[in-house]
């Protein structure tokens, strides 16, 4: 059976609708950077989505072609993720999305060097013969954060976060947001497929002890 990262790491991808506190460790992503609205009709977050699923699927497939990945095994490609900042908030203005400044990401088996990432673009690139350099390869070592369960549409995500917040608080935790800590996203369903009100969110904040 196929490792699926959301069963084998639930305290990362399927938290309580009630927040928490957790630490997360150094992972490696495939990573797109944008700037502006991703609800835009044919925008640049809308391309990235497709760029990181190319090479997401290229090195889950690579099995069937004529790479060997040293210390591959089979899994499900994990869900997708993002990394949002706006200057001068901390946190999210929902009301002005067009001043998103984002970083997509689908999380990398440990296995995948850069090397192997390098040829994995390569490929994507000649196969589907579409230029794929805006992707890179990124470690992030997240740490100490808040995170919960947000279950509806993305714009009610406030209350959540309200909620995540007033729980960091009472624990004796501020919120750390910065240029490179920001407010982490990870979409468990398809929001072209799935009703608003049942889209599944996991929200997570950079925290420091107060």
């Known amino acids: 059976m196929a490792f699926d990262y959301k069963k084998e790491y639930r305290e990362f991808y399927l938290p309580k609708r009630t927040p928490g506190v957790v630490t997360v460790p150094a992972m490696n992503y495939i990573a797109v950077r944008g700037r502006g609205d991703p609800n835009a009709e044919d925008g640049a977050y809308k391309r990235s989505i497709e760029l990181l699923y190319g090479v997401a699927y290229t090195i889950k497939m690579s099995k069937k072609g004529g790479r060997a990945i040293e210390g591959y095994f089979d899994y499900v490609v994990p869900p997708l993720e993002g990394f949002w900042r706006q200057e001068g908030v901390c946190g999210v203005d929902y009301a ?20 192997d990432f390098d040829w994995a673009v390569a490929e994507a690139a000649r196969k589907k013969k579409t230029d794929f350099s805006a992707v890179s390869f990124m470690r992030y ?12 549409p993305y714009d009610d995500e406030p209350a959540t976060v ?39 969110t996991v929200i997570r904040h950079p925290i420091k002890r107060a």
């Open 141 to 152: 070592d997240e740490g100490l954060c808040v995170q919960c369960m947000h279950v509806g």
């Open 96 to 115: 002005h999305k067009e001043r998103f400044a984002w970083i997509s990401v689908i999380r990398l088996p440990d296995f995948v060097t850069q090397d």
């Open 162 to 200: 309200a909620l995540m917040h007033d729980h960091m608080r009472r624990e004796g935790y501020a919120l750390d947001i910065t240029d490179t800590r920001q407010h982490h996203e990870i979409y468990l369903t398809d929001a072209r497929r799935t009703p608003p009100e049942k889209l599944k």
